[in-house]
């Protein structure tokens, strides 16, 4: 099974605000052309399951509109998390550790999964269970916030495979995890 990451970050690599805010996002994708998702809803077609932190799903969550659909979502977290009704069919809770939970879906016949939320990334990552980041890097300082990535035991090598720039200014770098280092 193939983990993948999706995010964008600003170009000091925070993905939110220290409070979990995203105005920052907010205010750049005012400036993305209408019909442009830069990717996402074909990076979504590629998927077949999303795993996600609490904190992560709380956020989107509060967007009120689910933009899922019913893509199969995993939500990671040691605490109980409500689900609501309108998505008990697609959205579970599991306290798994990644490399459980890895073995769980790709036993169940899943191909592909999008790891979503900074922790839930970090953790995969140390465990080696990412395979590929498509980052998207928004034109703005923050100056502190939540980093995309944390500590870890030791390097991961990448290897570039794409990058893309957009008018409007964001830039797209895809990267595969490279296992031979």
Known sequence: MIGSVFIATSLDGFIARE???LDWLDK????VPEGEDCG??????????LVM???TYEKVLSFGQWVY?????????????????????WVEHSAETPDALFERLSAGGHERIY?????????????????????????VILGKGIALF????????LRHIDTKTYDFGFTQSVYEVDDSA
């Open 115 to 139: 790891v979503d939320g900074g922790i839930t990334i970090q953790q995969f990552l140390k465990a080696g269970l990412i395979n590929d980041i498509c980052l998207t890097v928004i034109p």
């Open 28 to 31: 750049a994708n005012e400036l």
């Open 40 to 49: 996402f809803f074909a990076f979504m077609d590629s998927i077949d399951a």
């Open 69 to 89: 659909g019913e893509t199969r979502v995993v939500v990671l977290s040691r605490n109980s998390i409500v689900i609501p009704e309108n998505l008990t069919e």
């Open 53 to 55: 932190g609490r904190n």
């Open 19 to 21: 409070d979990g805010s």
């Open 150 to 157: 944390g500590e870890l035991d030791k390097d991961v090598d």
